[in-house]
């Protein structure tokens, strides 16, 4: 799944901006997944969810292959903050695992009970990023810096 760019910041507005927004788009996409999984229909759960986890799949995609190799080869830093990003990343991905599992079994709880052990990591993760590793891309990405990558970014994901 693309970026829709009509669905999502431009990336060009920086680093801190986009990926953060982003970030809501992907909050935003868990609360119709939770509104789907209200009603009961598993149909309407299992397609909400496939739509969050290419959201949240994407997203970290694109820090994990544009912004986290960039910021290490702008800093030296290869065993810091996106080390540890990484390794959350994964923690995600197999909670995410966990869910797909659960709703193609027709588990609806179950897929909120996971989807509640992703929102914790998410959000502690989220604050990490935000606090720590976006503004520390945007002091490393000023000016046409952040130009390039947002080129990539939307090369690689818009299309």
């Known amino acids: 799944m693309l970026l829709d760019m009509n669905a999502t910041p431009d990336p060009r507005t920086g680093p801190n901006l986009f990926f953060a927004s982003d970030h809501r788009?992907?909050?935003?996409?868990?609360?119709?997944?939770?509104?789907?999984a209200d009603t009961a229909d598993v149909g309407a759960a299992a397609l909400a969810f496939s739509v969050f986890d290419a959201a949240m799949r994407q997203h970290l995609g694109l820090e994990e292959e544009i912004l986290f190799p960039?910021?290490?080869?702008?800093?030296?830093?290869?065993?810091?903050?996106?080390?540890?990003?990484?390794?959350?990343?994964?923690q995600m991905r197999g909670v995410l695992d966990a869910m797909a599992r659960a709703i193609q079994g027709g588990d609806v709880d179950g897929l909120l009970d996971h989807g509640d052990t992703l929102m914790m990591l998410t959000q502690q993760h989220n604050v990490k990023e935000e606090g720590i590793?976006?503004?520390?891309?945007?002091?490393?990405?000023?000016?046409?810096?952040?130009?390039?990558?947002?080129?990539?970014?939307?090369?690689?994901?818009?299309?």
């Open 25 to 36: 788009r992907c909050d935003e996409l868990w609360t119709k997944v939770e509104a789907a």
């Open 133 to 159: 590793l976006y503004p520390m891309a945007e002091r490393a990405f000023a000016g046409p810096a952040w130009g390039e990558l947002a080129e990539k970014i939307a090369r690689q994901y818009v299309g």
């Open 70 to 90: 960039a910021l290490e080869d702008a800093t030296g830093m290869r065993m810091g903050p996106t080390q540890v990003m990484r390794m959350e990343h994964q």
